[in-house]
């Protein structure tokens, strides 16, 4: 699916797949650099990581392993509700691990803010973040996140892993939403 298969429910496209490609390259060139020679976890959280996570981990020529998390803070709308649940936990142990984070979107900060302290109190070797959009304007929380692709503004963005209802998520660039779609 392409943009032009959207009609009237796409307002505008933010990110393109080439500036996606592009902007995940130099993330994993970072990662690699910063991670050599250490035993590596990247933590995806589902559902809307699945897209990043596949295309940086497939970048990176650092040894990793995958775990997949799934918390919950959202319904169907399109603000957090600040409250977070354990969905799926993680089957990895993580004592003594590099721990990365890998997430879609950082937009309040709470739930990423409540995750980064449940892994840490796992004991690991270090937890850190990569996100592919983050929302400044939009934090409630400080979260130091280590590997950010794109700030953008505070608007509700779909498509390489982000959803509206549990659509759009499979769109290879990231856009808005035309208003009659989630106010209807």
């Given amino acids: 699916m392409d943009a032009s298969d959207m009609g009237k429910d796409l307002e505008k496209v933010l990110l393109t797949q080439e500036q996606i490609e592009t902007r995940l390259d130099e993330m994993a060139a970072r990662i690699d650099s910063d ?20 295309d940086l981990s497939r970048r ?22 600040g409250v977070v649940r354990i969905l799926k936990d993680l089957d990895t142990d993580l004592h003594g691990r590099h721990v990365l984070i890998v997430e879609d979107i950082i937009d309040s900060g709470l739930t990423l803010s409540w995750l980064v ?7 690991p070797a270090s937890v850190e973040i ?6 400044p304007e939009a934090a409630k929380v400080e979260v130091d996140v280590r590997y950010v692709g794109f700030d953008i503004p505070t608007e ?10 549990e659509k759009y998520r499979h769109l290879p660039f990231v ?3 035309a208003p009659h779609v989630y106010s209807g």
Avoid: C, P
């Fill in 60 to 81: 990176l020529h650092t040894s990793i392993e995958m775990d997949w998390m799934a918390v919950s803070s959202y319904g169907s709308g399109t603000k957090s509700s």
């Fill in 117 to 123: 302290s449940n892994l840490r109190s796992r004991g």
């Fill in 156 to 165: 509700f963005v779909v498509g390489y892993g982000l959803d509206f209802a």
């Fill in 35 to 54: 991670y050599a020679g250490k035993d590596l976890l990247l933590v995806g959280v589902l559902r809307g990581a699945v897209m990043v996570m596949a």
């Fill in 175 to 177: 856009g808005t939403l």
């Fill in 130 to 135: 990569a996100t592919l959009l983050r929302k």
